[in-house]
């Protein structure tokens, strides 16, 4: 079985139209994933680097999100113009393209700080 070095996960989620969260898909989520598969195919990383269609990742603000693993690392506002960008500089070259970047403290989720429960779920 072929291992990554990296996923790639896009937000392509849809809600109902006059949501206030809005969505990816309204702000061209499925065109970034199609510029992600396109475009890694192109440089021969096609079983180097796995894009995956997501559901909501729970950041609609900064949307078209898209995370990095193994790192981790999280961009907001991604556009088809960006992907180029993010492949060369972070998937190819290893540094994160700070300018998209989602600081940490600006994600949704749990509180890196918060005290465990002890039950081994902490959310």
Known sequence: MALFQHHVFICINEREPGDTRGCC??????????????KLYERGLKRVVRPNKAGCLDQCAAGVVCVVYPEAVWYGRVTVDD??????QHL?????????????????????DAEPTGDGFDF
Not at 25 to 38: L, M
Not at 92 to 104: M, Q, S
């Open 83 to 88: 992907v180029d960008e993010i492949i060369e």
């Open 25 to 38: 898909a309204a702000r061209g989520g499925h065109e970034v994933a199609k510029a992600f598969k396109q």
């Open 92 to 112: 190819i070259g290893g540094t994160p393209v700070e300018r998209l970047r989602i600081p940490p403290e600006a994600l949704t989720g749990i509180d890196p």
